[in-house]
């Protein structure tokens, strides 16, 4: 993983971005944001076209964070619901079981068209609820959502490569070539915790190398 950019601008968004030469860089991410405390609270929205590697993603996280057994994509039901222990490092100071148990959510909005539905459904008041909220295809609930704490944009390497139509399929080896490009902005303090995570492993890779 190379970090390219990083920028600061007045309204505390702090972005910066990675390169995915394969899948494993992808779980890396993944596994450094599920060690982060402030995960349990945090919306992270990702973003790309189809077969970019969101779900990829998602399943990594979800299952870094201790989600056991198939991983569904929330494609057609907009919405699957898990609930894990907190790992040891984020459950720390957690205070009751109760506390110590994280709530996650796991959202795709690529088939939402009905404003009504957001009411409908009761998202709002999912939305409000602890836990920690991931969204696929939030520009489909633009207008909706409340404000991400972090936003994960995730592009093809090779602007060229063949893209999936069903966006359900395991995106990461779906084209020729698995490299990705990672563009990753910080919304808010809980964002620019979870972002401090990947800089940093951004910068362990690069002394690796």
């Known amino acids: 993983m190379i970090l390219e950019t990083q920028t600061l601008t007045p309204n505390l968004s702090l972005s910066l971005s990675l390169s995915w ?17 402030d995960i349990r609270q945090a919306q992270i929205q990702l973003v790309g076209p189809l077969g970019a590697g969101k779900t990829t993603f998602a399943r990594h996280l979800l299952r870094a964070l201790g989600v056991t057994g198939r991983i569904k994509s929330p494609s057609y039901a907009i919405v699957e619901p898990y609930e894990v222990p907190l790992p040891a ?21 690529y088939r939402f068209n009905d404003p009504q539905e957001w009411e409908d459904a009761g998202f709002r008041e999912l939305f ?53 490009r990672l563009q990753a902005q910080a919304c808010s303090p809980v964002g620019l915790s979870l972002l401090q995570a990947l800089r940093s492993l951004s910068s362990d890779d690069a002394t690796r190398r």
């Open 21 to 37: 030469p394969d899948e494993s860089a992808c779980q890396a991410c993944a596994e450094a944001l599920a060690g982060q405390p």
């Open 89 to 109: 490092a984020v459950a720390s100071g957690a205070g009751s079981d109760d506390a110590a148990r994280l709530p996650l959510l796991h959202f795709d909005f």
């Open 128 to 180: 409000a609820s602890p836990g920690l909220k991931l969204v696929e295809w939030p520009e489909k609930a633009a207008g909706l959502l409340p404000p991400a704490d972090l936003k994960l944009q995730i592009d093809f390497a090779d602007d060229s490569a063949n893209v999936s139509a069903d966006p359900s399929a395991h995106p990461i080896t779906d084209t020729d070539s698995p490299a990705r």
